[in-house]
């Protein structure tokens, strides 16, 4: 298997780390051999370190933790629907009138 077909997402990155650290690994060992399996798609060693630390500290997650802040919206297929028809109704309408009828965020 080649190294460009390793590419792996961060939860993967951070699976391997957990399983590294469990065997007892340093995390410059770590960072050493997912460069010398993963190349250019390894984590960087700041990351490998902060995982490290977090899995040596006892957390069992690989996931990122929920963040404050603003709601993720979702683009429904309702709403396209909506928009489509509003837009063919009234060629001029405005962006903020839009938002204001289906009571959605303008942004």
């Avoid at 699976?15 to 798609?41: C, H, N, R, W």
């Avoid at 489509?84 to 959605?104: D, N, S, T, Y």
Wanted: aromatic share 6%; with cysteine.
């Amino acid at each position: 298997m080649s190294a460009e077909s390793l590419n792996l997402s961060n939860i993967e990155h951070r699976a391997v780390i957990k399983y590294f650290v469990k065997k007892g690994k340093t995390p410059k060992e770590i960072f050493e051999d997912m460069v010398s399996v993963l190349q250019k798609s390894a984590p960087s060693y700041t990351m490998v370190k902060k995982w490290a630390r977090l899995f040596q500290q006892g957390r069992e997650s690989c996931e990122d933790n929920p963040r404050p802040g603003r709601p993720v919206t979702v683009v429904t297929e309702e709403n396209i629907r909506k928009i489509e028809k509003l837009v063919l109704a009234h060629r001029r309408i405005k962006l903020w009138q839009i938002a204001e009828e289906l009571k959605i965020s303008k942004e």
